[in-house]
């Protein structure tokens, strides 16, 4: 295996650390990353970029980089859901208005349960 550098911190490791860091700074952006979220979500009103986020929490713009470039990405979960129970109590008002009605259905109850009364051993 060969032997690069960490992008990061410069030690010298064997390959198999994600975009040239290594497996200790990794870690290092791992814990990073809860406290950064948990800055974020503390002042959602505020419009971050790099600089800003960094001056904030008092670290390097280095660091928040490699956490955007190693894929670390928040989601906010409760929203993406509201936005899904939206959508379907308007696509359930539009069935509604053209007269559909419509029932909710298992795929398994649907397919797998019509007529087969048997018992299996």
Do not use: W
Request: proline residues 2%; neutral net charge; aromatic residues 8%.
């Amino acid at each position: 295996m060969p032997l690069i550098e960490c992008r990061l911190c410069g030690r010298v490791f064997t390959h198999g650390g994600r975009k040239n860091v290594c497996p200790r700074c990794l870690r290092r952006l791992g814990d990073l990353y809860a406290e950064v979220h948990e800055y974020m979500r503390d002042n959602e009103d505020e419009d971050f970029d790099i600089n800003k986020l960094a001056e904030g929490m008092g670290i390097s713009t280095i660091d928040i980089q490699a956490l955007i470039d190693l894929g670390y990405r928040a989601r906010d979960l409760k929203d993406e859901e509201e936005d899904r129970r939206k959508l379907a109590q308007a696509i359930s008002a539009e069935m509604e208005k053209i007269g559909l009605r419509h029932k909710l259905t298992t795929y398994g109850g649907d397919i797998y349960s019509r007529g087969y009364d048997r018992k299996f051993r």
